[in-house]
């Protein structure tokens, strides 16, 4: 049985591309998207035990194990297998090692493609770890496929009005061509023999108007196509945008943007092939029955003869079919990484430049953009050479058919206007049919850009809707909050916070401690339901977090990171962005005050006029924390999560600023902090060390209680 390959979409998927060859193998069909979730891939990739517990989740045996080369020589030895090897001493990967037979390794590589090695050779990459897999008792197939790029084509129907159009205009256009072909005939067979100048003269201006219209009917066709084009770009690649702005946070955390954003320029080769298609079905194929009507009237010998290179056709695109499918993959893969090394890049400019690391930066892009330009050399390379045997199979045609059709002249079968008129024609029947034909290349790039795209699509977005989100009022937020043995792990890792359980009481200053990985931003964004706990639960007045609506949720418990994103615009557009309703200019120059950022936005010419570059690259850090106080205060939320919100500013600022949080006494507020003496002006403290909620009581009651925040408090003063 023929093993199948299945190409990692992406740079860190070869464990769960491997794991779906394996389930492939057996008759299994799932998505790479729930695979990724299963293992718990992430931006370093898929440990071998999150390999193990996916294939389990399948009902699969699965077992890790340390081998050396003998182990191949195990008749019983289960296959096919995952091995863990280390490509170029330099990154770790997983591979499908599917038959072993006579000392060579049949290799199912999620990179590479298929190989064969030497066991020997394989050695040298081979770190030892094997993964053994087989199917237990409980064990049935499934299929769960992504959707096909048919899901897209009620998109395509929404425009049938311009569809239409379209194929009329083709129709003219073509109509046109053949009037003009008979032109030919009737100038060889009838005007200049028998010398009718007059018809001539009528003819010749008639046709010339003829093609006047042809322009206008081409400009015309072109102009809808644009109009088609763009329309299906809107649908298809916004409908992605949206549906990416919905997914959880756990999706962003194990992607990077280059990846996500890749999938958003792939939706193009999607519209491409749809668009032909369309064309293909409505005009092609009806000019081919038509012109090959037309043609069989003709000449019956001649139409055979056209139609007995279709099977040359056939055999030129077969030939290229997996070679197309393999170099796509890679086109795209190759683009993905590269788009993600620019976008990281730019992120870090201001560390490149600080260690003085342009140019290592720039070979790492230099090799990636290589990369890329290799594969997509050789993705245009093979089209050129596909498109070479077409054109040589036309050329061939058409010297055959003027070749027999001039013996038919000769002997007075057809006339010498008419052998020129059929090869005029021939070009109608011809391109269309090549239309057809070209449409594999088109349609085997755009599944490959589905399968990447429907693979997002597939994940689900965000619970936005909470079960109980009709019968609560924002009340629920003045009521504390309950943390009950909460824990979490990210995918398949130690989790970051364990078993911690605590209450949060309505309007209270509270401090969370604890040195850096402790798990305190961990557990804010639990508490903004940027992820679910994978143990316990958090309840606002006794209802838990996870029957509540999220937006209703995030209007009225806003989380401040350290690092808040500004957006392109003004600070007035900055400091009301996502609220639901506009505030008084009044409440804004109030909370301005507030936040002690009212001196600063005095001293700008336009004031709350003045533009903010993206990603408030043109503010101090502590004018961009101070914006971002400003911002969550406007929305007017019960509670308030900051995570080192003030960590930017100096000492005397941020005492003000403390203090002034301290003294609203309508709000919840948590302070992640390292500075202790925001600790010290709190109403309770919760320390945190290694995940766990070691300490918590106020600053009097655990400043000699010889605890770790003894420790922190003598460490900071």
Known sequence: MKFKLVKQQDEKDCGIACLSMILSYYKTEVPISKLRDHSGTDLEGTSAYGLKKCIEKFNFNCQAVQADSEVW???????????????????????????????????????????????????????????????????????????????????????????????????????FGILGSYYFQGIIDSFIPNQTLSTLNTVSIGLIFVYFFQVLFEYSRGYLLIVLGQRMSISVMLSYFKHVLKLPMTFFSTRKSGEIISRFLDANKIIDALASATLSMFLDVGMVVIIGAVLFVQNQILFFISLATIPFYVVAILAFVKAFDRSNEQEMAAGATLNASIIESLEGIETIKAYNGEEKVYNKIDQQFVKLMKKSFKQSNLDNIQQGFKHGIQLVSSVLILWIGSYFVIDGTISLGQLITFNSLLIFFTDPLQNIINLQVKMQTAQVANRRLNEIFYIEPERIEGSQTKNITSKIFNDGITIDNVSFSYGMKAPVIQNITTFIPQNAKIALVGVSGSGKSTLAKLLVHFYSPSEGAISYQKINMQDIDLHFLRDHVTYVPQESFFFHGTILENLTFGLSEEPSFEKVIEICDFVQLSDYINQQTLRFDTLIEEGGSNLSGGQKQRLALARALLKDAEVLILDEATSGMDTLLEHTIIQNLKNLSDKTIIFIAHHLSIAKACDHVLVMDQGKLVEQGTHDELRYNRGMYQKLWEINN
């Open 73 to 175: 020589k195990e008749k019983q030895l289960a296959m096919p297998l995952i091995a863990h090897v280390l490509i170029d001493q330099s990154y770790f990967h997983y591979v499908v090692v599917y038959k072993v037979k006579e000392g060579m390794l049949y290799i199912a590589d999620p990179d590479k493609g298929i190989k064969v090695q030497s066991i020997s050779e394989f050695e040298k990459q081979w770190t030892g770890v094997l993964l053994l897999m087989t199917p237990n008792q409980k064990y049935t197939p499934t299929t769960e496929k992504v959707n096909s790029i048919t899901s897209f084509l009620p998109i395509l129907f929404k425009q049938k009005g311009i569809i239409a159009h379209i194929v009329l205009a083709s129709f003219f256009i073509t109509l």
